[in-house]
């Protein structure tokens, strides 16, 4: 499964990243509360769906980002990134008149564990590769003397 994420070509997982990011835009924004009474009573479903959300979207970043670089930064600027973006619909969620939704630090909290930990994971298990093969030279800005 590794070696088929690799082979893949970055203009693929950019556009999945992006299309992906609209949809979860239209999610939080615009599409309909759902009925309390149609789903199942779980608690805290939301920020499960937070954490799955980000976190996915976290890990289609990271596999749109340079392959040839596997520096630790990867993985934390996608983090950083989609938590930033769950920030940004958390705060618009407070501005849109029509909309029941409104602010939660729960929900930026679940955004922000589900972004890091899909990263993270996608970065160590799936295109990780073996200590002695990275190449930080074109990602990262070390400087090497």
């Given at each position: 499964?590794?070696?088929?994420?690799?082979?893949?070509?970055?203009?693929?997982?950019?556009?999945?990243?992006?299309?992906?990011?609209?949809?979860?835009?239209?999610?939080?924004l615009a599409?309909?509360?759902?009925?309390?009474?149609?789903?199942?009573?779980?608690?805290?479903?939301?920020?499960?769906?937070?954490?799955?959300?980000?976190?996915?979207?976290?890990?289609?970043?990271?596999?749109?980002?340079?392959?040839?670089?596997?520096?630790?930064?990867?993985?934390?600027?996608?983090?950083?990134?989609?938590?930033?973006?769950?920030?940004?619909?958390?705060?618009?969620?407070?501005?849109?008149?029509?909309?029941?939704?409104?602010?939660s630090l729960?929900?930026?909290?679940?955004?922000?564990?589900?972004?890091?930990?899909?990263?993270?994971?996608?970065?160590?298990?799936?295109?990780?590769?073996?200590?002695?093969?990275?190449?930080?030279?074109?990602?990262?800005?070390?400087?090497?003397?």
């Amino acid at each position: 499964m590794r070696e088929a994420l690799r082979q893949v070509n970055t203009s693929v997982w950019w556009t999945a990243f992006i299309c992906f990011t609209l949809i979860l835009a239209y999610a939080l924004l615009a599409a309909p509360v759902p009925d309390p009474n149609v789903l199942p009573r779980m608690p805290h479903l939301d920020k499960v769906a937070h954490f799955v959300l980000f976190g996915v979207q976290a890990a289609l970043l990271v596999l749109a980002l340079n392959p040839k670089c596997d520096c630790s930064l990867r993985p934390v600027g996608a983090a950083l990134v989609c938590t930033g973006y769950g920030l940004l619909l958390e705060i618009m969620q407070m501005h849109v008149p029509v909309s029941p939704r409104v602010f939660s630090l729960w929900d930026l909290a679940a955004d922000a564990l589900g972004a890091m930990v899909f990263a993270l994971w996608i970065a160590r298990f799936i295109i990780g590769g073996k200590k002695g093969q990275r190449d930080t030279s074109t990602c990262c800005s070390e400087t090497r003397e």
